[in-house]
């Protein structure tokens, strides 16, 4: 039979972000896939939100999904940046616009993941859950075999790793891959009712606190989202994170912006319930994204700093890409090898931006001198020359076929 008639079928390790948008994408490519999650359920995380930028929302478009987030967000298309002292150091464009005039949204993360796990699901992708991926191995027919913890098995034509940024797949493709990199800030954040703070609707006001960083941004509903990054030089572990309490969170963050003429402290003063951290990471490169039968895409590959606010709409790019080059080029190690060359350059450029950005964060007493110095020339440029249109502008064209 023709390789290019044979209806092939994915194996997709991740029920994130990358992997909902990757079986929904392959199968408009004619492609039939399941996803496999390790969890049982849906993320739930307290006071975990994004933004998600205009490229992501157009490479959502690409396959019709991006009224979920259009629906599920709230638009953010500015950012204030102020010093600690209270001084405005400038305003610019937040993730982008599209040609339309669609904006970048602000949603919570669980919301995200349920958007599209849903649609997916409604679209007739078949998503298993409790499904760990071990281990995986090419078979000599040039397809691959996936092992789960459960100990059971399942058998492709190939296999996409959507499993994050401490992917396991990445490692199966190559045993000497990196592993991540600890970002020096921790991430806390949460959703203030009744707060006294002076916040535009559609601006997400950024504060380089004297001693954190911290963001917000008003919902519709009144409540304040918004997000600190305590600095911390060693990287806990999962239980030293989970060892610290509500109200030990509180005092840190009441602690760190004490001293700063700005609402941090009252927005936190109006924040009920739990409050958790996280320690986050990068991938700067990933040598290796496919072997044989199996690549990793999204946080796998090339996980950036949250600064960068470009996470989850790398992961949809990804995503999309990577179906299009499976539908145009039938032959799977050259549908790889194309897809990498045209997402390599683009995804690196945006992690080596975001590390930069998050290291602007922790800055000592003359880095932060002159970084409120400097910081309003820097922002006048990016705000008029659109200097990040490289990043926001990425249109992704579903219908153009690939040249072999
Ligand atoms: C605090 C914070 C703030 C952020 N802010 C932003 C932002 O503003 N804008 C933005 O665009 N991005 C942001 N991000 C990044 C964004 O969340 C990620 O880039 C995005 O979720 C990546 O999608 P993914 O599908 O590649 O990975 P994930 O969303 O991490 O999904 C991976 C999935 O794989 C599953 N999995 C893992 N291992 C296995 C295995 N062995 N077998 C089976 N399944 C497995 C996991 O359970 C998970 O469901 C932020 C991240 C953090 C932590």
């Not at 990757?22 to 849906?42: D, P, T």
């Not at 995200?112 to 281990?135: F, H, P, S, T």
């Not at 459960?150 to 994050?164: F, N, R, Y």
Request: with cysteine; hydrophobic share 40%; charged share 25%.
């Amino acid at each position: 039979m023709n390789a290019a008639r044979k209806r092939r079928k994915a194996l997709i390790i991740g029920g994130g972000v990358a992997g909902p948008v990757a079986a929904m994408a392959l199968q408009r490519a004619g492609i039939e896939s399941v996803v496999y999650e390790a969890y049982a359920g849906g993320a739930d995380e307290v006071g975990s939100f994004l933004t998600f930028a205009s490229n992501g929302l157009d490479a959502l478009r690409a396959i019709d999904a991006h009224h979920l987030v259009l629906s599920e967000g709230f638009p953010t298309p500015r950012m204030e940046i102020q010093s600690g002292t209270g001084k405005y150091l400038g305003e610019v464009p937040n993730g982008g616009t599209l040609p339309d005039g669609t904006v970048s949204q602000t949603l919570k993360r669980a919301d995200l993941y349920r958007a599209l796990r849903d649609e997916a699901l409604r679209r007739g992708v078949r998503i298993e859950y409790g499904k760990r991926l071990i281990d995986a191995e090419v078979t000599p027919g040039g397809g691959v075999v996936a092992r789960f913890e459960d100990a059971t098995g399942s058998e492709g034509d190939l296999l996409i790793g959507a499993d994050g940024v401490h992917s396991r797949t990445r490692r199966i493709i190559d045993p000497n891959a990196p592993g991540a990199r600890y970002v020096p800030v921790l991430n806390v954040g949460g959703y203030a009712r009744g707060a006294r703070a002076r916040a535009e609707p559609g601006t997400f006001r950024m504060v380089f606190g004297r001693r954190a960083f911290f963001g917000y941004a008003l919902h519709p509903s009144g409540e304040v989202w918004w997000f600190a990054n305590p600095p911390r030089a060693e990287e806990p572990s999962g239980a030293d994170l989970a060892a610290i309490s509500t109200e030990q969170w509180r005092e840190l963050l009441l602690d760190l912006f004490s001293e700063d003429d700005t609402p941090a402290a009252d927005i936190i003063h109006a924040t009920p319930g739990k409050l958790a951290g996280w320690a986050t990471h990068d991938l700067p490169s990933v040598p290796r994204w496919h072997r044989g039968a199996m690549i990793v895409i999204g946080d796998a590959a090339h996980a950036t700093a949250p600064s960068s606010g470009q996470g989850a709409s790398m992961a949809i790019e990804d995503a999309v890409v990577l179906a299009r080059c499976l539908r145009d080029l039938p032959e799977t190690a050259r549908a790889f090898a194309a897809y990498e060359r045209l997402r390599r350059g683009r995804v690196e450029r945006i992690v080596a931006h975001g590390a930069r950005t998050s290291n602007s964060k922790i800055a000592g007493p003359v880095g932060r001198a002159l970084r409120d110095l400097m910081m309003p020339m820097i922002l006048k440029r990016i705000a008029s020359g659109g200097s990040l249109a490289w990043m926001h502008d990425y249109h992704i064209d579903w219908d153009e076929k690939m040249a072999a």
